[in-house]
């Protein structure tokens, strides 16, 4: 996606709802800050808040390395309590959406929001490179011909 037109569905979204869910988000990072227990969520919700304020362009990937017990324990509670009814309302909030064409983007905007909603301990929200469009041409298919070849005859010639 062209970064013009990222931005232009980031300023639709906002609009339509960004910034209340972004704002709810927020709330629920400065509630959960108050004990220290639940601080690991108020980040989180923090976290979450800045990717439901410009979710285009963006996405969500694993920290990566292995997930700790305390964390799959953290992300286990966090749905129980909350995580399920985010992500019910995000299901809800984006029905609406998908009713107009140019809701179609942000229904699903709405809609890769639920699993970071659902486990936000161990998720990290990264900026997305655009896929640069490249034409096949004949080096493609004579590589694609010889790792066939390798592949079906063990690596010999025919």
């Known amino acids: ?3 013009i037109l990222s931005n232009a569905l980031n300023l639709i979204w906002l609009v339509f709802g960004g910034i209340w869910l972004a704002l709810g988000y927020m709330l629920a990072g400065v509630v959960c800050c108050l004990l ?6 108020g980040i989180a919700s923090f976290r979450i808040a800045s990717y439901a304020l410009w979710p285009f362009g ?4 694993d920290r990566g390395g292995r997930i700790g017990v305390v964390t799959s324990i953290g992300n286990l509670i966090w749905i129980v309590v909350a995580g399920i009814w985010i992500a019910i309302g995000h299901v809800l909030t984006s029905i609406p959406m998908f ?3 140019i809701g179609i983007p942000l229904g699903i905007a709405n809609l890769k929001m639920i699993p970071v ?3 936000p301990l161990g998720k990290q929200i990264v900026e997305v490179d655009p896929v640069r469009v490249r034409w096949p041409c004949a080096s493609d298919r004579v590589r694609k011909t010889n790792l ?7 690596g010999g010639r025919w």
Request: aromatic share 4%; no cysteine; glycine share 4%.
């Open 1 to 3: 996606m062209s970064r």
């Open 36 to 41: 220290i227990v639940t601080i690991p969520y």
């Open 58 to 61: 963006r996405t969500v990937v």
């Open 99 to 101: 009713l107009s064409i």
């Open 117 to 119: 909603s659902l486990a």
């Open 148 to 154: 066939t070849r390798d592949r079906h005859s063990g």
